[in-house]
């Protein structure tokens, strides 16, 4: 099955710095998702833009998403030590009830 | 509303042993799927209960198997355990399936 492909697989940066990754997948889709996971523990959702949307924000988020080029980034402005973690892009398939499907995540880490 | 919960936290077993987790969602939420997160792999389905019904299923071995009961939570069982079965189990419960997933913290199983 598709699979979204995040990047870069690890970015480390300065608090107060902006993140920036990517996520590129293969198929048409219904809608992408970002969550984010703190080492070992179970994700958290973040936002949820959907094929027919270009760009969604969300405090200091920013996603946008090309289907063009069946690509999304998202973008964390003003970093916190308290972003470290490892952040995952998901889609579906756009065929009606099928799985999301995960990326394998980008591992941020925010210095402070 | 009380989060996903997963039970038990932490497991160990040897190989060739049969292990049950289990998945209690958010009040309400009918969907219940169930991933495997390895530091190889990343996240992967292993299936997807709506209203007591498998609605989807990933490409893991008969050895996993699941159910989920008319209180909408879940179990899911692996027999006959590998070592490669070593993983975190995440269980994510949503309204009716592939929008925001709700995540528990995880089962961490190490097969030795």
């Known amino acids: 099955s598709q699979q979204g492909e995040e990047d870069p697989q690890a970015l480390s940066i300065q608090e107060g710095e902006n993140a920036t990754m990517n996520c590129s997948y293969k198929?048409?889709?219904?809608?992408l998702q970002w969550y984010r996971q703190n080492s070992g523990r179970g994700l958290v959702h973040l936002i949820l833009i959907r094929s027919n949307e270009r760009e969604k924000h969300s405090g200091r988020l920013r996603v946008t998403l090309d289907t063009s080029k069946k690509s999304s980034s998202l973008l964390i402005t003003a970093s916190r030590a308290a972003d470290t973690a490892s952040y995952f892009c998901a889609t579906d398939e756009g065929s009606g009830n099928t799985p999301l499907v995960f990326g394998k995540g980008t591992r941020l880490s925010v210095i402070a | 509303k009380a989060g996903v919960t997963q039970t038990p936290r932490y497991l160990i077993k040897t190989r060739g042993q049969q292990v049950t987790l289990s998945c209690s969602p958010i009040s309400g939420h009918r969907s219940v799927s169930w991933y495997q997160q390895t530091p190889g792999q990343g996240l992967q389905f292993l299936f997807e209960y709506f209203s007591e019904t498998q609605r989807n299923k990933g490409n893991f071995p008969g050895r996993f198997s699941g159910r989920q009961f008319s209180n909408s939570r879940s179990e899911m069982n692996v027999s006959t355990l590998e070592l490669g079965d070593s993983a975190l189990y995440l269980c994510?419960?949503?309204?009716?399936?592939?929008?925001?997933?709700?995540f528990g913290p995880g089962t961490r199983l190490l097969v030795l």
């Open positions: 994510a419960s949503s309204l009716q399936g592939v929008e925001t997933q709700y």
């Open positions: 198929t048409s889709i219904n809608n």
